[in-house]
């Protein structure tokens, strides 16, 4: 009701606006994971889409309710950061990929949007994208000379590129 009243949320409603995003999401997992499992990182992206979407009409709505829009939109970056593990597997080398993509958007955004905290949570992304390297690395059962054209290294290779492209641009 913040967006159509055009009042600013106080500290409160936001915590009660993220704990129901994310009691939403734990619910439904809890629900429909057994039975719906291959669709469980689709739903979550479309709660993404939900949460941008929602984030972007409070911002047209109310150019003065920008705390609402971004939390809206932080809760959106955060559920996608989840689909990703969530659709391919928590050790998945696409898993990487996805998350080198999504450090880097958020990076780029947060230099063109002058928000110093999104760059945060972007090289948090990073910091997940490369731990999740590092283990697909480790438990490659390969000898040193496979190693480095295997797979893992390849998309490590990939992740650094997306990686620079903040820096570049």
Known sequence: FHAVWRRVPKLMDQAIMGINAWAYLGFSYAVLWEDLRLWMGGFTLLLALFYGGLGYAVLRRSADNVRLSLLALGISAVFV????????????????????????????????????????????????????????????????????????????????????????A
């Open 81 to 168: 950061s989840v689909a990703i593990p969530v659709q391919f597997g928590a050790w998945s080398a696409w898993t990487s990929i996805a998350w080198a993509a999504q450090g880097t958007i958020m990076i780029w955004f947060s230099f063109k949007l002058r928000q110093p905290q999104l760059r945060l949570f972007g090289y948090a992304v990073f910091a997940a994208m490369v731990l999740s390297l590092l283990y697909l690395i480790h438990i490659q059962e390969a000898d040193t000379e496979a190693l480095a054209l295997s797979t893992p290294v390849l998309y490590l290779l990939a992740s650094l590129a997306l990686i620079s492209v903040p820096t570049v």
